[in-house]
């Protein structure tokens, strides 16, 4: 494994088509609903951030992870 020296920055996604941020680290049944859509029945959203596949992803990580106090994102 490489030794990474840079600086590691957590940033929220880089959506280039607007849409609706839902704030999914208040409602679990919200995020029980957009989890039961099979997200890979529809072609890619292209619109969203490269690293995700529809704007549930997106929203779910920008709200849910990113704002935690819990997050198990850690320098690797």
């Known amino acids: 494994m ?3 020296e840079g600086e590691i920055i957590m940033r929220s996604p880089d959506d280039s ?3 609706v941020v839902i704030n999914y680290s208040k409602s679990w049944k919200l995020v029980e609903e957009a989890r039961g ?11 969203t951030d490269y690293r995700f596949w ?3 992803h997106s929203n779910f990580y920008a709200t849910a992870i990113l ?8 320098k690797m």
């Not at 859509?37 to 619109?47: E, F, H, S, T």
């Open 2 to 4: 490489r030794d990474f």
């Open 17 to 19: 088509r607007q849409h």
């Open 37 to 47: 859509i099979n997200p890979y029945a529809v072609r890619k959203d292209l619109g």
């Open 54 to 56: 529809n704007e549930f």
């Open 67 to 74: 704002t935690s106090k819990k997050t198990k994102i850690i």
